[in-house]
């Protein structure tokens, strides 16, 4: 993201897709306090990979000590020195010009502003209330207990103790390189389980059309085998789609002897371990479906190898 510093007051400004600057409090991203200044003074936006500034003033603005007069639009480039109405008045330096990213703005005094750039939980690892990615559709989807919602700019997510609001960098697909990994639908994506018989060590595979992803051991995986199990059960006994793996959250809660927020930190060490895997992607797959209180694993296409139970059944995708 783009940053502009305040060279008086060392105060450092992320910007918006399209970030406004000036004297008025419920219209300004950032306020202006000169006198000189108008209620909306300048906008600084995204164009077609440039970073541009434009003029909307009565008292102009500067870029290296040359005015910029009103209506007029100024490319922007690192290190350039903005003033606005003055001279005289504070100076702003621009520190970054990288392509914008959807933001978190906060609405609660004292949170700082997040960048969104591939999974991100609220309010933090240790409560991992609120989990942020991009759905396989290229969308922004917020996770709660509650289920999962398509995030639009303007969104409020978080907590009343702590909120944040959602701005979308619409430009983002723009700025996508040409290398970037396509991932495969959930419909292509298939998990292998490979489990000890005393269930103590749990190994699985991720396979995505023709990839293969070797996720190792983890502590983590024999929450997702339970879920696994659970929905190659249902798909046993006849249940529709829609219907098949869902478990209730405090039974399963029981079953595995931790607290939700134990198991919500599980799913996103899972997820993270994803990310880490496939950096090279924008678009991730996402093994862990919720709805109020219940929760499921996202694919029909599992294999179980091992275990207590010497599962070793494979799913047709139904």
């Known amino acids: 993201m783009a940053k502009i510093i305040n060279l008086n007051t060392e105060e450092q400004v992320t910007l918006m897709l399209q970030h406004l600057f000036g004297r008025h409090p419920n219209s300004s991203h950032t306020l202006l306090f000169s006198p ?108 709660s207990e509650s289920g999962v919602s398509v995030l639009k700019t303007g969104d409020l997510v978080g907590s009343r103790e702590q909120a944040w609001r959602f701005i979308e960098a619409s430009a983002t697909a723009e700025t996508l390189h040409n290398d970037v990994l396509v991932l495969a639908t959930v419909e292509q994506t298939s998990i292998q389980f490979v489990v000890s018989q005393n269930e103590e060590h749990v190994a699985m595979k991720l396979i995505m059309g023709e990839q293969e992803y070797d996720l190792g051991q983890r502590n983590h995986h024999y929450l997702l085998l339970i879920l696994a199990r659970k929905r190659l059960e249902d798909i046993a006994q006849g249940l529709r789609a829609s219907e098949q793996g869902w478990i209730d959250k405090e039974l399963l809660s029981k079953m595995l002897g931790q607290s939700e927020n134990h198991i919500n930190i599980q799913i996103y060490r899972f997820r993270k371990q994803i990310v880490k895997l496939l950096s090279n992607s924008t678009r991730l797959p996402q093994a862990i479906e919720r709805r109020t209180r219940e929760i499921r694993f996202a694919y029909d296409n599992v294999e179980i190898t091992g275990g207590a139970e010497f599962i070793a059944v494979k799913s047709k995708t139904v």
């Open 36 to 143: 000189d200044a108008s209620r909306m003074h300048a906008t600084i936006f995204w164009d077609r990979g440039m970073w541009v500034l434009q003029d909307s003033s009565s008292n102009g603005t500067y870029v290296n000590g040359k005015l910029i007069h009103r209506g007029s639009a100024h490319h922007l480039h690192l290190g350039d020195l903005i003033n606005f109405a003055s001279l005289s008045g504070d100076t702003w330096r621009i520190v970054d010009l990288s392509p914008p990213n959807s933001l978190l703005i906060p609405v609660t005094p004292g949170l700082p502003t997040v960048v969104l750039k591939d999974l991100t939980v609220l309010p933090n690892e240790d409560q991992p209330e609120n989990t942020l990615y991009i759905s396989a559709s290229g969308h922004w989807v917020c996770e």
